[in-house]
């Protein structure tokens, strides 16, 4: 007699096995989210800083090397990411607010 259901068939290890690495693939992009979100709020944050206070060159550059550290943390071995996505930025608001070339 063949069962109807499938927990009862030869592919029921299977099935469970794979079930148990879904909510970790899950968890795994919920972290992903959470600490893309972190970096992105605090590149706003560091952008507002740069943009409005009265920073030296100097505490600039650093607070922009403090985001790229962060970013590191974050997300380790993504130097190339963060030179493409946020290091523009960030220079672009250094160069509007010192006058730089």
């Not at 989210?33 to 992105?40: G, N, T, V």
Request: proline share 5%; aromatic share 4%.
């Amino acid at each position: 007699m063949i069962s109807e259901n499938p927990a009862e068939g030869p592919l029921s290890s299977e099935t469970n096995s794979s079930d148990a690495s879904v909510p970790n693939a899950e968890e795994s992009v919920a972290d992903e989210r959470r600490r893309l979100r972190r970096l992105q709020i605090l590149v706003q944050m560091v952008s507002s800083v740069l943009a409005q206070s009265d920073l030296t060159i100097e505490e600039a550059a650093e607070l922009a090397a403090g985001v790229r550290r962060a970013a590191l943390a974050l997300f380790p071995g993504k130097e190339l990411a963060f030179d493409l996505l946020y290091k523009p930025r960030l220079q672009r608001i250094i160069h509007e607010r010192f006058g730089l070339q």
